[in-house]
């Protein structure tokens, strides 16, 4: 829905939290949640909705009436979708996620169709006069590709080149503008700032605007300026604090460098100080065990020193053994928490990192797209486990209070 004194800001939560397998099932979800939560937030206005289709799902909605009968029940219930999910490509349940979320990659053919099945369904369904997002994998996960593959990233490369040029035909033959976000990510083959920042100068605006004007006839100048508005960042206000990133300067450097952000996933993550006692360390893995048990990829970020050394561990469930041990000071873990808890049994959330993320966005407006993301609803420990509708209401209702809007 659309907040801020402006309307200038969009809001949705995104329908990746739905357990589906398959369009009939995901659409039966929507059905039952959306025109309810709606009615709470929005009843006379409006109501964003952000999409999380997998590759079989983006496939069944484009076959037979699907397609037609789902923006039926938009214009029906007077809601709107402007942005998509496109990280997760095949389902997102199941006994083990972990790190098989970031398959396929971006150097993989089967990647850019899913991404073009996406930008299909978002063109047919995006409002007139509005830009569109889809928000995708930080390229790959940075364990399967080795420093120094020019090989690999020559093919990723091309690939988002190919996106590039179907947005180009979007927009020529539609009237539809649509940017896919690379989601910087812990672990990601893009993480931090500087690494994307690195990726657009080396290689999306080196080699991807070579490709790109040698295919189409125009300059490097232009074939530059429509990579920057057609790759944008998706920036995950978890992914920032696990990483210890100062948003301000991150924006700083995007924006000497061209780079805009098309997306914010507003979420929360972990973070704990490391005790010296043996007692209280083991006090405290009592406390995380559960959420150890999470069939998804949680990854810590340690500080170790206070010069801002840090440690990667590619999964609590990974380091959590070894917690006695540990000479780290503090861990922040990738796993998203309600945004409306501040702590929980003595662990404390990334929350303040997230209030202050939106006090930034407040002021510099550097993003139109908002979407709540968190998805660990059903991995939680009991004690915070409530009713789906619940507790996407209190997030919503706590994002709001922050942007100094009424829902």
Not at 167 to 194: F, K
Not at 307 to 336: K, N, V
Not at 366 to 388: C, G, K, M, N
Request: hydrophobic share 40%; proline share 6%; with cysteine.
């Amino acid at each position: 829905m659309q907040i801020g004194p402006d309307g200038s800001f969009h809001l949705t939560y995104c329908t990746k939290i739905h357990p589906t397998h398959g369009w009939e099932e995901f659409f039966a979800h929507i059905r039952a949640c959306v025109p309810a939560l709606k009615a709470r937030l929005a009843p006379d206005r409006p109501f964003g909705l952000g999409l999380r289709l997998s590759d079989s799902e983006s496939r069944e909605l484009l076959a037979r009436d699907n397609l037609p009968g789902f923006k039926e029940f938009l214009a029906q219930n007077d809601v709107y979708v402007f942005t998509l999910n496109g990280f997760p490509y095949g389902p997102f349940r199941g006994p083990s996620v972990k790190a098989a979320v970031f398959s396929p990659d971006w150097r993989e053919r089967a990647r850019v169709a899913y991404t073009e099945r996406l930008v299909d369904i978002l063109a047919s369904l995006l409002p007139p006069g509005l830009e569109g997002s889809i928000s995708t994998l930080p390229l790959s996960y940075k364990p399967w590709i080795a420093a120094g593959d020019t090989r690999a990233l020559e093919r990723i490369t091309d690939n988002l080149v190919r996106i590039v040029r179907i947005l180009m035909e979007v927009r020529a033959g539609q009237g539809r503008v649509i940017h896919l976000d690379l989601e910087p990510e812990p672990d990601g083959l893009l993480e931090t700032g500087a690494e994307v920042v690195d990726f657009f100068e080396q290689w999306l605006l080196r080699r991807g605007a070579r490709v790109l004007a040698e295919g189409t006839g125009m300059s490097l100048a232009q074939a530059r300026a429509l990579i920057l508005e057609h790759i944008q960042i998706c920036l995950d206000t978890c992914h920032l604090a696990v990483t210890y990133e100062d948003l301000a300067l991150v924006l700083d450097r995007f924006q000497t460098h061209g780079i805009r952000a098309g997306k914010v996933q507003i979420t929360s993550g972990l973070k704990l100080l490391i005790p010296d006692s043996l007692e209280q360390r083991r006090a405290l893995y009592t406390q995380l065990e559960p959420f150890s048990r999470s069939p998804y990829l949680h990854q810590v970020l340690a500080q170790r020193d206070g010069r801002g050394s840090l440690g990667h561990y590619p999964d609590l469930a990974d380091i959590l053994p070894h917690l006695g041990a540990s000479a780290d000071r503090q861990w922040r873990i990738h796993f998203h928490m309600p945004l409306y808890v501040a702590g929980f049994e003595g662990l404390a959330t990334t929350q303040e990192e997230t209030r202050a993320m939106l006090r930034i966005l407040k002021e510099r407006r550097f993003s139109q797209h908002l979407e709540l993301e968190t998805y660990t609803w059903e991995v939680l420990p009991a004690a915070l486990q409530r009713d789906i509708l619940d507790s996407l209401e209190q997030e919503y209702r706590w994002t709001l209070e922050i942007l100094d809007q009424e829902a």
